[in-house]
Nanobody, 120 residues
Framework: QVQLVESGGGLVQPGGSLTLSCAAS????????MGWYRQGPGKQRELVAT???????NYADSAKGRFTISRDNAKNTVWLQMSSLKPEDTAVYYC??????????????WGQGTQVTVSS
């Protein structure tokens, strides 16, 4: 039902900045918790940041102070602003959506991913 399309990935030097965008379609975007995950080479997918419908943001320790997640419900879009990038930030970044239906029923969705490479 929900489709997520990421964009904005690319190659950036260490210390640089990059902003990822995720456009959502289907369902009621304003009711969803949104987030970003990433998966580096040979690693498991890990959570980077989430943002609730009330715009409460949470970050992994590795992202705090460097990354900012935001959303615009009118545009059905969530962003991840990344600064002070490090080589260890290199990964495929995935947009995430949790669509709840009632107290104990929900569905999780992921986008196709966008590659971020931090290298000199």
């Amino acid at each position: 039902q929900v489709q997520l399309v990421e964009s904005g990935g690319g190659l950036v030097q260490p210390g640089g900045s990059l902003t990822l965008s995720c456009a959502a379609s289907g369902g009621i975007f304003s009711a969803y918790t949104m987030g970003w995950y990433r998966q580096g080479p040979g690693k498991q997918r890990e959570l980077v940041a989430t943002i609730t419908p009330g715009r409460s943001a949470n970050y992994a320790d590795s992202a705090k102070g460097r990354f900012t997640i935001s959303r615009d419900n009118a545009k059905n879009t969530v962003w991840l602003q990344m600064s002070s990038l490090k080589p260890e930030d290199t990964a495929v970044y995935y947009c995430y959506c949790r669509a709840a239906s009632g107290r104990s029923l929900w569905y999780d969705y992921w986008g196709q991913g966008t590659q971020v490479t931090v290298s000199s």
